[in-house]
């Protein structure tokens, strides 16, 4: 199945795609990867739904990769004793670990980390922003606040504190279940919410020891501020603008999405566009004008992937949804302008043989006017380093290993094949022109550039260069 975009699409599962003729449809429809959001559902929902994936994978013939999204430490008040309550702009009110329901003057903050974080000045957004309270005077039990936004608050809301450092861990207690849960399944992705600090991937990805990817969120000022930490650390990137778009200035969202798209493609590493793509179809079956610009952009800047949340998980139309961001990316990477803007800039390359390599097969098959440069990688750092070089032709990225073309399937113009590691030289060529054949990307007389690694099999030692032709097959 090869599609006609570089640009991958993320689907999430939920109540509206949860069956296996739903699965294969947004599969058909052009999802790549599939993400099992841990905010909702039980593991035996997500264990079905992994195993339709695998069933499906197996169906298809292609790597399909799975994502399973963290839903990370929830900041939330308490109750109310009479239902909703009203703060006005300019009263008083306490945030404290009183667990007595709440009235018009204070409720409980069950979160001790974030009450040590507070000081005078720190402001609190509640309920998704809608009310802003302004701390006065805080405690290690406490916070006495101003509210500069009032409004009706009731149970449980959420709460957001975009100028503090809040010192507690990314992973909840239920998040710990959640991440094991997900590695025994074999999900190759893990991503991570609320990341404030590199430390926090560190953390992860001490617990994942290898056996999946590691995606850090960027959804906090924190995040921000350290993004070049973070992405060092971190396998991947996910700009996620919905609680960004509440700690931060709204209009300041989409100056910092192309900063961490532009960043994750300097380091070489995938960079995910989340939250509200096309937020209208989960109730009409066509987006609004400003929803598909929305994605063009994204497309524009170069992001890997695009990823529907609610549209494909609860919506009325999540075919059509992942129908339109396919052909909004196809559309898109057809503008000539999309390539001169795409060629204006590239990743900063080591001084490595790898690198080397990979930004001269490239070069070399726009010069030529190669049909495919196929790479043969097991680690999967070569077809990272070709992807990251945004080259007009196809890379085919060729690996022994199932998990890693997996891991791999969110990776901009990477068409994954699972088949067995080159025994020599020769069966490297061969190998190589009939996957391209097999696959559609080559015919008899094309000429293919090939990227491999001498001795066969050993991660990271990409040092070969070379042109084939194309025979009859």
């Known amino acids: 199945m090869r599609r006609l975009r570089n640009t991958k699409i993320i689907a999430t599962l939920g109540p509206a795609s949860s069956s296996a003729a739903t699965i294969e449809a947004l599969h058909l429809a052009g999802a790549d990867v599939f993400r099992l959001n841990f905010s909702h559902g039980t593991h035996k929902d997500h264990e079905e739904r992994y195993n339709t ?43 404290d670990l009183d667990k007595a329901p709440g009235d018009a003057t204070r409720v409980c903050l069950p979160h001790p980390a974030v009450l040590e974080s507070l000081e ?8 998704d922003g809608k009310l802003k309270l302004t701390v006065t005077t805080a405690g290690a039990d406490f916070a006495d606040c101003l509210v500069t936004v009032g409004g009706k608050i009731s149970d449980r809301k959420g709460v957001n504190i975009p100028n503090a450092l809040v010192r507690m861990s990314p992973l909840t207690d239920k998040d710990r279940r959640d991440l094991d849960f997900a590695l025994s399944l074999g999900v190759d992705w893990i991503a991570l919410s609320f990341v404030q600090r590199p430390e926090d991937i560190a953390e992860v990805k001490k617990i994942v020891a290898g056996r999946a990817s590691v995606m850090a969120k960027i959804e906090k000022p924190a995040a921000v501020e350290t993004l070049d930490g973070i992405i060092d650390l971190a396998d991947a990137i996910m700009v996620a603008r919905g609680d960004l778009g509440v700690e931060m200035p709204i209009q300041e969202v989409p100056s910092i999405q192309k900063k961490i798209i532009a960043r994750a493609r300097e380091a070489g590493k995938p960079v995910v566009v989340a939250t509200q793509m096309l937020e209208s179809m989960i109730s009409a079956p066509v987006p609004t004008r400003a929803e598909v610009t929305d994605v063009a952009n994204a497309i524009y800047d170069g992001t890997d992937a695009v990823m529907l949340s609610a549209e494909s998980a609860a919506g009325e139309y999540p075919l059509e949804a992942v129908a339109m961001m396919s052909d909004i990316a196809v559309v898109t990477e057809k503008d000539p302008m999309y390539r001169s803007i795409i060629d204006a800039k590239h990743g900063h390359l080591e001084a490595t043989t790898a690198d080397a390599i990979s930004a001269a097969a490239i070069q070399v098959s726009r010069t030529i006017g190669a049909a495919a440069v196929v790479t043969y990688t097991t680690s999967g750092s070569t077809a990272l380093r070709a992807a990251r070089e945004r080259g007009e032709t196809s890379v085919l990225a060729l690996r022994p290993a199932l998990k890693t073309a997996r891991t791999l399937a969110l990776v901009w113009g990477l068409h994954c094949v699972h088949t067995k590691d080159a025994e020599n030289f020769a069966d490297m060529v061969n190998k190589a022109c009939k996957i391209s054949f097999a696959e559609g990307f080559a015919r008899p007389g094309d000429r293919v550039v090939i990227m491999a690694g001498v001795p066969f099999g050993t991660p990271g030692s990409t040092n070969i260069l070379r042109i084939a032709w194309v025979g009859e097959q």
């Open 53 to 95: 994936i695998r069933e499906l994978e197996a169906k298809v013939g292609r790597p399909i990769g799975i994502l399973a999204d963290l839903q990370g430490p929830k900041i939330r008040i308490g109750i109310f004793a009479k239902g909703p309550v009203e703060l006005k702009n300019g009263s008083a009110f306490r945030l």
């Open 120 to 127: 005078a000045g720190s402001i609190l957004l509640l309920d």
